[in-house]
């Protein structure tokens, strides 16, 4: 489950409860959006004039949470900037990203100073009392990652790696029977793949997408991970559909969101931004 949608108290907590590594730190135009549903019409691609006067959507959006989002060279980048260019593009508005980090996002958007929240969240990470989510984009559930000369874990004795913000900690606790003193807090999926491919961890626990990007990406691709979909947490579907989560007031942003979403599905645009940034053999 995708738990980035949460106090920095909580985290503060789940930091003290368990093992944490020191080491590991790796508008006026959005309001025309409101009153006027925006159509393809709208975007004129050949004229910079035109598309600065096109209406302003503001995305709250994370520094680091790769492929979802993240920031690169002063630019956002990841699936879900894709995704809302394109739908923007279709839909005749301009994205802007705001870098906020995570314990704000609810915060300023029930102050409306941005309108939508692109943070790797599930439907059911949703605060219904002043967001609703998207139609879901794609499904991610959760995965347990070893090396693939390891043998099955001893979960008695096992070292188990979970990734700051993902809160798994809890229901693995639950369901494994395992103690809180067997948890590795890491800081993103990189440094955590990173530790059990260094032997400091026996296993991890995280999101498949964000796991399977890093493990095949960067230094880490030639690393011989084992990476399956946990699904004996039996969790919810709105566990695992990933979706934008939007302004409870602005109903039709929502809806053109939406609408967005199903366009780039028909058209097949979703599948290649999907093929770019999440689909990989290990």
Known sequence: MKKF??????????????????????????????????????????SKDDKDKLPIVKVAALEEYQPYIFLNNNQFMGLEADILHKIGENKGFQVEFVLLPLENAYTELGKKRVDIVAMGAAQDEVNGSVAVPSESYMHSGDCLAQMTNMSPPDWKNAQIGIINGENMNGELSQHLKIEESQFMLHANHSVALNALAQGKTNVLFGDCVALRFHANNGELKDKAFNITEYTNLDLPESATNMVFIISKDEPKLVQTINEGLAELKQSGELDKILQKWATYPK
Do not use: F, G
Request: hydrophobic letters at 35%.
């Open 5 to 46: 949608i949460r106090t920095a108290l909580s985290s503060a907590i789940l930091c003290s409860l368990i093992a944490c590594s020191n080491s590991e730190t790796n508008s006026e135009n959005t309001s025309m959006l409101r009153e006027q549903h925006p159509t393809k019409a709208v975007m004129k691609k050949d």
